[in-house]
């Protein structure tokens, strides 16, 4: 291959005195990372040009993740086809996707899942399910259960917005938990059941639920909306996962429907000592609904108040109750907490609440010693952004009350919070969402 490369120099190296590289020389694991940001077709362009790239191409890390979009076209069925043929032994991470089911999508991913359980090498390590919404077709629960079944390898499941009718919903999850005869047993470590079930379904069977929650013996992490989550199914997780148990992510984006006491909470957490919570509040709910939730007792470390509703009507005094709440039952314990309603709230001479919210937020950070983390995404003035950079200097003076602040700010340009209040980090609404996937 005659294309080369030269490496840049460093400000003490002359351009000269540097090596012209051939690209072929790349070591492989360089190579690999580039070929991981390409899509299949320009994979198999980029293979083509010589036999290191090629060799590079038929590495197992490029395709031990993979997406999967169900559209029931028969030329995506042979693509689909024809990967797991090729590349099945290596695959450890399915996402499945799908588009409104119909005829062609029932079709398309039946077949899918019969080609995938004739691989016989194939060992999932997790698999995620998208937007499986209803009417869901009872061949394609059928069909997922049957795929999830000859997975024995299964640490991880993750189902977002796929609205199954109580009796689907169990299916699936007993499928992921059932002994096979001749296989080992899976071990899910991780679990997320967002809007796992039909959004009528608020009272789905909570005993039938919690005894088949009870069958996860190994789990770790598990997310889920709050109101599949009572006394029963909490009791029935910290004692099958008493030794495993390690973190709850519940969601609140509907009215509370029930609720577990502090007593609970006590009790759980004496029985399963490492665990921790994190609550994310997605609509604006009254301070008498999210305090039935948020109880002391609870092992609360993360909280995220993101107000995602069409119809907001969230005000800045709304946010310095809820701040103030979490400062006064959970300053023991909490450690990260997110605000995002920038879309919603904003700053004027009359802005109602204003001067509250301020003092909850410095109020948060004087009094939360474990805090580590606090993400604002809402709008705020010069003088605040002062009174958080005074607050935040005076606790990085003691080691134990080390605190990044993140401040997202649109109305005031990135380069000039840097310039004037150094210890803050201030992100890009873009940065932030990503910052914010990661981490909550």
């Not at 003490?12 to 580039?34: G, I, K, Y």
């Not at 909490?234 to 148990?245: H, S, Y």
């Amino acid at each position: 291959m005659s294309a080369r490369f030269t490496v840049r120099p460093t400000p003490e190296e002359r351009p000269q005195d540097l090596p012209v590289v051939p690209w072929d020389a790349l070591p492989q694991e360089a190579l690999a990372t580039v070929f991981s940001y390409l899509c299949d077709e320009d994979r198999l362009e980029a293979s083509l040009a010589c036999k290191a790239w090629h060799t590079v191409f038929r590495m197992a890390c490029l395709w031990r993740r993979r997406s999967f979009e169900f559209r029931g076209t028969k030329m995506q069925q042979g693509c689909y086809d024809g990967f797991l043929h090729e590349h099945g032994q290596h695959l450890q991470h399915m996402i499945l996707e799908f588009d409104k089911p119909n005829t062609a999508v029932v079709q398309c991913f039946e077949a899918f899942v019969a080609t995938t359980n004739k691989c016989a090498a194939l060992r999932l390590l997790s698999i995620k399910v998208r937007l499986l919404c209803c009417p869901v077709v009872a061949q394609m629960v059928r069909a997922l259960c049957s795929l999830l079944k000859r997975q024995p390898m299964l640490q991880e499941a993750d189902f977002f917005f796929c609205e199954f009718t109580h009796n689907e919903g169990l299916q699936v999850l007993k499928a992921l938990t059932g002994d096979l005869p001749l296989m080992t047993r899976r071990n899910i470590i991780s679990l997320s059941i967002r809007e796992f079930f039909e959004p009528r379904t608020l009272d789905i069977s909570l005993k039938t639920f919690s005894e088949v929650m009870g069958r996860f013996p190994s789990l770790a992490f598990l997310y889920l909306d709050q109101h599949y989550l009572c006394e029963v199914v909490l009791d029935k997780l910290i004692t099958g996962c008493a030794q495993t148990l390690r973190h709850l992510d519940i969601v609140m984006d509907t009215t509370v429907v029930h609720a577990i006491d502090s007593h609970t909470w006590s009790l759980a957490v004496q029985r399963c000592p490492s665990l921790t919570v994190t609550v994310r509040l997605e609509v604006n709910l009254l301070l008498e609904e999210y305090s039935r939730v948020l109880v002391e007792s609870m092992p609360l470390t993360r909280v995220v108040l993101w107000d995602m509703s069409e119809t907001c009507n969230l005000t800045f005094a709304d946010v310095a109750r809820f701040l103030g709440y979490v400062s006064d039952i959970f300053f023991n314990t909490i450690e990260e907490v997110c605000l995002k309603a920038e879309t919603f709230l904003k700053v004027d001479d009359e802005a109602e609440g204003y001067l509250e919210m301020e003092k909850a937020v410095v109020n948060l950070m004087e009094t939360c010693v474990p805090l580590k983390k606090l993400f604002l995404s809402i709008p705020l003035k010069p003088e605040t952004l002062d009174k958080l950079s005074r607050v935040l200097a005076s606790r990085l003076q003691n080691e134990m009350k080390r605190l990044e602040v993140i401040v997202v700010e649109e109305q005031i340009s990135q380069g000039y919070i840097e310039t004037r209040w150094p210890a803050l980090r201030v992100l890009s609404h873009d940065e932030f969402l990503y910052d914010d996937y990661k981490n909550f």
